[in-house]
């Protein structure tokens, strides 16, 4: 399976985007599904994930509230809504594919798209 991310772009603090992860290849229905981010001189981090029926959800606590994450397996394709965006959410966001246990580690996913970049203008 191949997964592209997109949706990224430049947006002022306060702002809202939606970004998208669109799989290819292979359904991705029966996986769990995750987005990550990575500030330039940081480590990649946990955004959100969501289970492979799309009812179960869980986030960092740094976005819970602001940050929504979605999935339409008709369409195999998975959603991050970003709402009230701040300086610090400037990152490049991936998209990940989950074979593993835990939702928040980056080795637990074994399928990554290739990032698209969101940038916060404050």
């Known amino acids: 399976v191949q997964l592209q991310a997109s949706g990224g772009g430049l947006v002022q603090a306060g702002g809202s985007l939606r970004l998208s992860c669109a799989a290819s290849?292979?359904?991705?229905?029966?996986?769990?599904m995750g987005w990550f981010r990575q500030a330039p001189g940081k480590e990649r981090e946990f955004v959100a994930a969501?289970?492979?029926?799309?009812?179960?959800?869980f986030y960092a606590d740094s976005v819970k509230g602001r940050f929504t994450i979605s999935r339409d397996n008709a369409k195999n394709t998975v959603y991050l809504q970003m709402s009230t965006l701040k300086s610090e959410d400037t990152a490049v966001y991936y998209c990940?594919?989950?074979?593993?246990?835990?939702?928040?580690?980056?080795?637990?996913?074994?399928?990554w798209g290739q990032g698209t970049l969101v940038t916060v203008s404050s």
């Open positions: 290849g292979r359904t991705v229905s029966r996986y769990s």
């Open positions: 990940a594919a989950r074979d593993g246990s835990y939702y928040y580690l980056a080795s637990s996913y074994d399928v």
């Open positions: 969501v289970s492979w029926s799309g009812i179960t959800t």
